[in-house]
């Protein structure tokens, strides 16, 4: 699996320049985000839910430029409510990139 730990630094440089501070903030709040959209996607009971929450966590992630996640998240549409090895694959992809 492809893994660019630089790409969301470098989309958030390309939106709010050389600001490490804010970068750091913005990185913060995007793993605040992506925990959420997460537990969405752990608590949906139904298929509207699910793909509801996968919806929103894609969006999250394309735009802050986690592609691995943003494709992680389109392919689980495809996948049964609550399917394991979806959710596991898209909580270790946000554990690392919140390394």
């Known amino acids: 699996m492809a893994y660019d730990p630089g790409a ?5 440089s390309a939106a ?8 750091a903030d913005l990185r913060a709040a995007f793993g605040d985000s992506a925990r959420v959209a997460l537990h969405a996607l752990e608590q949906a ?29 389109s392919e689980a549409a495809d996948a049964r409510v609550g399917d394991a090895p979806a959710l596991r694959l898209i909580r270790r992809n946000i554990d690392r990139l919140q390394r």
């Open 16 to 23: 709010v320049g050389n600001d490490p501070a804010l970068i």
């Open 45 to 73: 009971g139904d298929d509207a839910g699910w793909r509801t929450a996968l919806l929103r966590l894609r969006g999250l992630a394309a735009s802050f430029g986690a592609v691995r996640l943003a494709a992680l998240a």
């Open 8 to 12: 969301i630094d470098h989309a958030l």
